[in-house]
């Protein structure tokens, strides 16, 4: 079992920054493929941003790469979400999850096992 809690989610002016965090506890963290994903108001939940288990491989949907970094601190149990230059359509529920059986990159929900509660971002405009 992984249990995932993220933070550092809240409002923000467009052009600004978030840090998004994610601690997990349970099974060996540093073993854990882990992602983001965000889901808006109406719309499905889409990929956002992948690390593999060693940190030495990302991988990031078209539409926030150059602005979002996705990293992990293997020491604290934490993966974060450090996003720049926002922009209102960034707007969304982002959760954190923990792919426990593969660390091959992958953008699909269903390669997850678990699943954070979620944290809110809100860009205005």
């Not at 889901?39 to 078209?62: C, H, L, M, N």
Request: aromatic share 12%; hydrophobic share 30%; net charge positive.
């Amino acid at each position: 079992q992984v249990q995932l809690i993220e933070s550092g989610g809240g409002l923000v002016q467009a052009g600004g920054s978030l840090r998004l965090s994610c601690a997990a506890s349970g099974r060996t963290f540093s073993t854990n493929a882990m992602g983001w994903f965000r889901q808006a108001p109406g719309k499905e939940r889409e990929f956002v941003a992948y690390i593999s288990w060693s940190g030495g491989r990302t991988v990031y949907t078209d539409s926030v790469k150059g602005r979002f970094t996705i990293s992990r601190d293997n020491a604290k149990d934490t993966v974060y979400l450090q996003m720049n230059s926002l922009k209102p359509e960034d707007t969304a529920v982002y959760y954190c999850a923990a792919s426990v059986y593969s660390d091959i990159p992958s953008s699909r929900a269903h390669d997850y096992n678990y699943w954070g509660q979620g944290t809110q971002v809100t860009v205005s405009s």
